[in-house]
């Protein structure tokens, strides 16, 4: 059985932007992101474009279009339990009644870290960078660079 948790595609290409301004430990890291706008990098080449639908459709390059979308869907549907990060509480609840898990070393501990991690507002992202409003130019921008990958989402 395999499991994923989907995180939307604009928190996500938010997210790997403000990642990328500080990983100086990645091969990827280009310090020209630390003077970045967001709107700036959503219309770089750096942007991640629909890399879920592209990974998913083993369609790396190049153009993509329905058919694409559709072979990334039927790989999620086969393949995958989904959950999602903005419903983490309850897909952590989903997945441990799949999979049976249950507290045996140390219960109190071990709940009390579940619970710190799922709710009690745990990021180590220091770097972080708010999600711009839908229907911003950053949102929109964003959006665009991930048309396949929002539908693939929802």
């Not at 952590?92 to 709940?111: A, D, G, I, K, S």
């Amino acid at each position: 059985r395999l499991f994923t948790v989907f995180r939307h595609p604009v928190d996500r290409a938010v997210s790997l932007f403000s990642y990328l301004q500080i990983a100086d430990w990645e091969p990827t890291y280009d310090p020209s992101l630390k003077d970045m706008t967001i709107e700036e990098y959503a219309k770089s080449d750096r942007v991640e474009n629909n890399w879920m639908t592209r990974f998913l459709s083993n369609t790396m390059a190049g153009d993509l279009n329905d058919a694409h979308l559709e072979a990334a869907k039927e790989v999620v549907r086969n393949k995958f339990t989904v959950g999602l990060l903005s419903r983490k509480v309850d897909t952590m609840e989903r997945l441990e009644r799949m999979f049976r898990w249950r507290y045996h070393v140390n219960p109190v501990n071990q709940e009390k870290c579940r619970e710190k991690l799922l709710v009690g507002g745990s990021n180590s992202n220091k770097n972080k960078i708010d999600k711009p409003q839908s229907g911003s130019e950053a949102y929109d921008l964003l959006a665009w660079q991930n048309n396949y990958d929002i539908p693939l989402y929802e």
